[in-house]
């Protein structure tokens, strides 16, 4: 049953706290996503990546935010320092771009910054 | 204006009405999601068509690029139904833009 996964789930930090989420992919996907959702903006892209070279992070506040993928199996998004507006919904999707643009979303990341 | 317009925003129904959410896009596109969001969960991709129309069970999406215009259809529509429907063309490879959302209540 391959699916995409997300670690934590959850997560309740203060501010000022780095904060890393972590993806992994569908063995086999050449493509990572990373996806914020707030009831204010609904979901946004952040940041992916094609063959673990980031393809497109204008998304992203680069002042606080990383992602990386240090090997095919694993993508990480990193805040640094956090702040409360980073709250919201962190979701992670892949997809294998040579066959097919569809794209398979993981359970999330419910990020709460106090 | 947003890139994405879905209609309507919120719909509330009675169990077994037939259902239609809209979605008019003005970027161009390969192809095109239609995802479902249940109330604190996560995000299932129901369709990803690119040209005519798609049916899996009760649900139905149908496409015109040359409109850029997206509908998705629930037939005998069911209190499980109810969540978010959120269309998400694809411009590009992959590079999803996305709806604000629908969200669906189905009563009993």
């Known amino acids: 049953d391959a699916r995409v996964t997300q670690t934590p789930r959850h997560k309740v930090t203060e501010m000022g706290q780095e904060v890393t989420m972590r993806c992994q992919p569908i063995l086999g996907h050449n493509t990572v996503f990373w996806y914020r959702q707030t009831m204010m903006q609904g979901l946004e892209l952040l940041a992916y990546?094609?063959?673990?070279?980031?393809?497109?992070d204008s998304g992203m506040p680069k002042d606080r935010f990383s992602a990386e993928m240090p090997d095919a199996t694993l993508a990480t998004l990193k805040i640094q320092p956090s702040e409360p507006r980073d709250s919201a919904v962190y979701f992670c999707?892949?997809?294998?771009?040579?066959?097919?643009?569809?794209?398979?979303f993981g359970p999330g990341t419910r990020l709460t910054v106090l | 204006k947003n890139e994405v317009e879905q209609s309507p925003q919120n719909l509330t129904a009675q169990e077994g009405e037939f259902i239609t959410i809209n979605c008019s896009y003005s970027?161009?596109?390969?192809?095109l999601h239609w995802l479902q969001q249940h109330p604190g969960g996560g995000i299932v991709s129901l369709f990803m068509l690119s040209s005519g129309k798609k049916k899996h069970g009760r649900l139905i999406a149908t496409i015109n690029i040359q409109e850029k215009h997206s509908s998705l259809h629930i037939t005998a529509s069911h209190p499980r139904d109810s969540a978010v429907y959120i269309c998400a063309p694809i411009q590009g490879a992959q590079k999803l833009v996305f709806g604000q959302g629908t969200r669906l209540t189905i009563n009993p």
């Open positions: 990546f094609r063959n673990r070279a980031p393809l497109d």
């Open positions: 970027v161009g596109i390969s192809a």
């Open positions: 999707a892949s997809g294998d771009r040579g066959r097919t643009p569809e794209q398979f």
